[in-house]
């Protein structure tokens, strides 16, 4: 059974920062796709990064060179570490794993491909 719970979220100011981890347990992080997508008020679900099986990390163009992925050592535990925050970044942030679609160095961005989601950490950047 798979389990993510996220945390970390919370109120900045612009240009502040935040790192969410999101505790994975049930899935191996060699075996799955690992991403990070965000959803704010009246907006559709977001992609906003990957982490591959073969740990290649990827970025929507809205969050690179801000926003940093990583899994710990440990093997269970996936962050986001999210620098100079912007009032646009304010949203749910949730993380997601898929174990059936990705391969080793390629994840796919859409939403309906995974399985398995957190419950969600809120973030907000006020100007």
């Known amino acids: 059974q798979v389990q993510l719970v996220e945390s970390g979220g919370g109120s900045v100011q612009a240009g502040g920062s935040l790192r969410l981890s999101c505790a994975a347990s049930g899935v191996t992080f060699s075996s799955a796709c690992m991403v990070w997508f965000r959803q704010a008020p009246g907006k559709e679900r977001e992609w906003v990064a990957t982490?591959?099986?073969?740990?290649?990390?990827y970025y929507s163009d809205a969050v690179k060179g801000r926003f940093t992925i990583s899994k710990d050592s440990s093997g269970n535990t996936l962050h986001l570490q999210m620098n100079s925050l912007k009032p646009e970044d304010t949203a749910m942030y949730y993380c997601?794993?898929?174990?059936?679609?990705?391969?080793?160095?390629?994840?796919?961005?859409?939403?309906?491909?995974?399985?398995?989601w957190g419950q969600g950490t809120q973030v907000t950047v006020s100007a």
């Open positions: 997601a794993a898929d174990t059936r679609y990705g391969t080793g160095t390629f994840c796919y961005a859409h939403s309906y491909k995974y399985g398995y």
């Open positions: 982490s591959t099986k073969y740990n290649n990390p």
